[in-house]
C-alpha cells in the first residue's frame, strides 16, 4: 500500500515562500505539501486555500492539503465557493482537504475576531460537511431560507477530518475518506483504527492519516528534544510526558524507524511540521522517504 510523506510548508517567518518550498519539497521527493488554517496566530499564517493554489500552481506533481481548514470561521456559502474555487484551479487528484474544528491554537478569541459563534463549531463544521458535495456539484443548497447554486460546478476533493476526540472520530467515520490524527504514538494507532472500524458500519473505514510534529537533525540531543517537548506541551495542552513521546525528532534512520512502525500500525499517510531548520528537515525527511520505498 502506497505510504505519503509530506510536509507542511513553513510559515511566513521563515521567509522561504510558498512556491519556493513547494518546488523544493517536490524537488526532494516528497509526496504532499500542507498548509494549516488560522485567521490570526502570533506567528502569522497565510490563507490555506490561496497558499495551496499557488503551491499547486509552481509544481507538477505534488499534492497539496489543508491541515485542517476551519469552516466554522466563515459563512458557510463563502467556506464552500473557497474550496470550490481551490478544487477548481487545483489538477484533479492534486488537492486533499483536511477538515476540523480547530481552536487549540488562538482559542475563541479567532472566533469573536471572525465573528462567529466558538460554541457552533462541531455544528457549522457538520453542516459544511453535508453540503460541500452538493455545492461544489452545483446543486442548491438551502441557506437561511435561500436556496444557492455555486457556479462553475467542481470536483469534489478527498475529504479528511482531523480531530482526536471520540466525536472527531465519528464525523470521520460518517462523512470522510480519511481521518487525520495528531499527538499520536504508533501503540495508540489501533485503538482509534478499531474505533473507526465500529463507527464505520457498512461505510468502508476512512484511511488513517497521522499529523507529526518534530523535525530531523544529523545529530540529534537531549537538549533539543527538552526545548521542543516543552514548547509541545505548551502549545497543544499535554503533559510533559506525553509530549515527548508523540514528538518525532532524530536523525533520518530514527525518524525511519518511526514511521516504519506508523505504517505497520496502518497509517498511509503522514505530515511532518517541522520544528527544525525547514529546507534542512526536508532533506532529510526525503532521505527516510527513501528509506522507506
Known sequence: MPFDIGVFLPAPEDGTGVVAAARHAEGAGLDSVWVGDHLVTDAGQFDA???LAAAAGATSRVV???GVYLPSLRHPVWAAKHIATLAAVVPEGRLRLGVGLG????????WAIAGTPWRERAARTDAFLDALGPFLR???????GVDVALAPPAP???VWVGGGSDAALRRAARAADGWLGAMLAP??????IARLTDLAGDRPRPAIGMVLHGGLTE??????????????AARYG????????????????QVAERLSALREAGVTLVALAPSTPWRRAVDLLAEVKRQLA
Open 187 to 192: 501503540s495508540d494507532v489501533p485503538e482509534r
Open 49 to 51: 486555500p490561496i497558499a
Open 219 to 232: 545529530r540529534p540531543d537531549r537538549a533539543e528534544t527538552d526545548r521542543l517537548a516543552a514548547s509541545l
Open 64 to 66: 497539496v492539503g489543508t
Open 103 to 110: 481552536g487549540r491554537v488562538a482559542g475563541p478569541d479567532e
Open 238 to 253: 499535554l503533559d510533559r510526558d506525553r509530549a515527548e513521546r508523540v514528538l518525532v525528532l532524530g536523525s533520518p534512520d
Open 156 to 158: 469534489v476533493p478527498p
Open 138 to 144: 452545483g446543486e442548491p443548497v438551502p441557506v437561511d
